[in-house]
């Protein structure tokens, strides 16, 4: 199985700034994905991380809000920009084999 | 829409007795499907798979049971520990693609 590190655990940031979310997989992944999970929800995939291109968007996310980097095939950054407290949420990486996913542990962001 | 339902938001267990949990999903396509475990502050772990040609598959304490027919899986974790005490969602694919979720289920092992 693979691990992956993602930092920052946690963070407390001012409404209007941005924080970028970084995540390491120690083993090559077919995929990466981050997810969102906000309180009493399930996880809601933000966008598929594709390898030195642009990410692929769900519906409601869009790449001015939540920039996506992969420049290899072990490492994704996701950055929340020009936050509101609505963008208080856990916010999570994950690589994929296929076929299962294995997540990081996730940063817990609150905005104020 | 959700895809991949989980009805019970909460379920308390008797330490050494079966936890079930449950999952339905709408799409016929699926292929493969995943229950994971995640503990508050953490990722969530992956804890065991079941793909489409299949009907159960056992892993020590955890057995998942596939019923295509109705769309609908089960976990099944016996004995129950209070280890166990966590939330537990259940996640489906369509080939290689990514997994859709399902909102958790809490299980809560009592001593």
């Known amino acids: 199985s693979a691990v992956i590190s993602q930092k920052p655990s946690r963070d407390i940031c001012q409404r209007g700034t941005s924080l970028t979310i970084q995540c390491q997989v120690d083993s090559q992944v077919t995929m990466m994905f981050w997810y969102r999970q906000q309180p009493g929800q399930s996880l809601t995939l933000i966008a598929t991380a594709n390898q030195g291109s642009e990410a692929t968007y769900e519906s409601g996310f869009v790449i001015d809000k939540f920039p996506i980097s992969r420049p290899n095939l072990t490492f994704s950054t996701l950055t929340v920009s020009n936050m509101s407290p609505e963008d208080s949420s856990i916010y999570l990486c994950?690589?994929?084999?296929?076929?299962?996913?294995?997540f990081g542990q996730g940063t817990r962001l609150t905005v104020v | 829409d959700q895809q991949v339902k989980q009805n019970s938001p909460s379920l308390s267990v008797q330490e050494g007795r079966i936890s079930i949990l449950n999952c339905d999903y709408t799409n016929s396509m699926f292929d493969y499907f995943l229950w994971y475990k995640k503990y508050p502050a953490e990722g969530p772990t992956f804890l065991i798979s079941?793909?489409?040609?299949?009907d159960k598959n056992e892993d020590g304490r955890f057995t998942v049971f596939l019923n295509k027919s109705a769309k609908h899986l089960s976990l099944h974790i016996v004995p129950s520990q209070p280890g166990d005490s966590a939330v537990y969602f259940c996640a489906a694919s369509e080939g290689p693609n990514n997994l859709f979720f399902g909102t958790g289920t809490r299980l809560t092992v009592i001593p």
């Open positions: 994950s690589g994929q084999g296929p076929p299962e996913a294995f």
């Open positions: 079941i793909s489409s040609i299949k």
